[in-house]
């Protein structure tokens, strides 16, 4: 596929981008928090583990339930005069597509995000996970992070371009799908099959990677891009034994198999693994880093031989150059005087492009038959990757130069899987950005508790990502000649 070419004297300043300097950024900016707070309050939860196991394979679709969401984005986009579809890709499973037309002189710039959440446990947050709260400069709540947040930032960028009327060059599409959390089958899957005219885009816009401050010693906020996802492999464990009374445990009970198993498996050895993404990302990474460290990201020779250890302490820099192992998923018996006859577990487990995916289950399997438990493929996707050298990128960096002091913009292969992969296997360039920076503390907030984001950050992203759409949506040129 083709990418951008943008004369850097012609797009530094479009008319959105000067209206964005004025006072129309506060009233977008109260805008984004209020849709948000909205946003939040729908429970779109995606939870396949609430279904009995013959739901699973019989009703798979009755795990989420995002018709209520697409419903809302639909209304507030029409109140704009921006016409959007509601498409049903099964009963409660609704995805949205709105389109803004330019002057067709290029292909599409695609908005992706989407509308279901994870579960949310009321008793480990401080506050209502589905209230959309705001304490302390924050809004809490499922979903701020991971997506509705980045949704609410891609609406209101069409919201401001048909405002503004910027004379685009090119379509800007958004597309918020259902399903992202599980896998894409009632989502970006299905949609893309059905609509093949949305496969017609120069670049994607999407999840993947988030701006974080606080990970560099030097204070310099780090602003991530995925310019590509690991792999993905889930497997279940399962043990099977008899059961009988806790008093008097049988050596071989179902949860002593599991846990012995895990516990080896889970202290399999990762090597680190240098690709040209995560040589990017340590290089560029290196100069906020003192002394020793900084020469070891700098050179990826030494790093091998000497270095993992830094790259271990951190467990986000090792999930972005090493394979992972996580157990998800932990179940055992309902009764506390009782073993239970069985014992199950679910591993998530994230692989560079580079690393041998079977070898890695064979190994995993090799294990768990020596203690008698069976796995089974639950779920694999492959590692993806788009181009390093991108206007996108080259555009984000610009926007972000412009109106940040002390920022750095680094590629990642991002360690999550999103639903950028089915764009990038057509070979369409697509990058995860979210533009609102976030403490890179609260990056173990995503798919946990007491998720928020900062208003003010909010605000800024707004404003930053309304001003790279604007420049790529008004360039004609792709690869130098007209499209």
């Known amino acids: 596929m083709s990418t951008f070419e943008i004369d850097d004297d012609a797009h530094s300043a479009t008319p959105l981008v000067q209206e964005l300097k004025s006072a ?5 900016g109260d805008m984004a928090v209020d849709l948000l707070r909205e946003f939040i309050r729908i429970p779109s939860v995606n939870d396949p583990e609430r279904l009995s196991s013959e739901a699973r394979q019989t009703k798979p679709w009755e795990a ?6 697409a419903a809302w984005i639909v209304a507030r986009l029409c109140v704009e005069g921006i016409e959007a579809e509601a498409l049903e890709a099964a009963p409660g499973r609704v995805n949205v597509v709105a389109r803004l037309y330019g002057r067709g002189r290029g292909q599409a710039v695609t908005l992706l995000s989407h509308s279901d959440v994870v579960p949310a446990t009321r008793s480990t947050w401080s506050y209502d996970p589905f209230g ?48 992202e959390e599980t896998g894409g089958r009632f989502g970006a899957e299905w949609i893309l099959a059905q609509r ?73 050895g990762l090597p680190l693994r240098l690709t040209p993404v995560t040589r990017a990302l340590l290089r560029r990474l290196a100069g906020g880093a003192p002394g020793l460290h900084g020469r070891l990201l700098a050179s990826p020779a030494l790093l091998r031989w000497f270095g993992s250890g830094v790259i271990k302490r951190s467990a986000l820099l090792n999930a972005m150059v090493c394979d992972t192992l996580a157990a998800t998923v932990l179940e055992a018996g309902d009764a506390h005087n009782a073993l239970p006859a069985q014992a199950r577990a679910v591993l998530s487990i994230r ?21 008698g438990v069976h796995t089974r493929r639950v779920m694999q996707k492959a590692a993806n990757r788009s181009p390093l050298e991108s ?30 992969r089915f764009f990038r296997a057509r070979g369409i360039p697509s990058f995860g950005w979210i533009p609102f920076v976030i403490p890179s503390s609260d990056l173990n907030r995503v798919h946990g508790a007491d998720e928020r984001v900062s208003i ?6 707004v404003v930053d990502h309304c001003a790279v759409v604007s420049q790529l949506a008004t360039s004609a040129q792709v690869n130098g000649g007209k499209a």
């Not at 989420?64 to 969401?69: C, L, Q, T, Y």
């Not at 560099?216 to 464990?237: D, F, M, S, T």
């Not at 692989?351 to 203690?371: H, K, Q, T, W, Y």
């Not at 003010?456 to 992203?461: R, S, T, V």
């Open 24 to 28: 129309r950024a506060d009233e977008l």
């Open 351 to 371: 692989v560079m492009p580079e690393s041998n995916v079977d070898a890695l289950e064979a190994r995993i399997n090799g294990i768990a038959r020596r203690f």
């Open 132 to 179: 959309g709260e705001v304490h302390d400069g924050y809004i809490y709540g499922r979903g701020a992070l991971d997506l509705k947040g980045l949704c609410v930032v891609q609406m209101l960028t069409l919201i401001q371009l048909r405002r503004a009327r910027i004379p685009l060059e090119r379509d800007v599409v958004l597309l918020v799908v259902a399903d």
């Open 196 to 268: 093949p005219d949305l496969l017609d885009s120069d670049v994607v816009l999407g999840e993947g990677a988030y701006s974080v401050s606080g990970f560099l010693p030097n204070g310099e906020i780090v602003h991530a891009i995925a310019v590509g996802e690991k792999g993905y492999l889930e497997l279940e464990l399962l043990v099977e034994a008899s059961g009988g009374h806790g008093s008097i445990p049988a050596p071989d009970n179902a949860p002593r198999r599991l846990v012995a198993a895990l516990d080896r498996i889970l202290s399999m």
């Open 391 to 420: 206007a996108a990128i080259a555009t984000i960096e610009r926007v972000l130069a412009e109106g940040q002091d002390g920022a750095v913009v680094v590629p990642l292969l991002s360690p999550a899987a999103s639903d950028c």
């Open 64 to 69: 989420g339930r995002e018709a209520e969401a």
């Open 456 to 461: 003010a950050a909010l605000k800024q992203g």
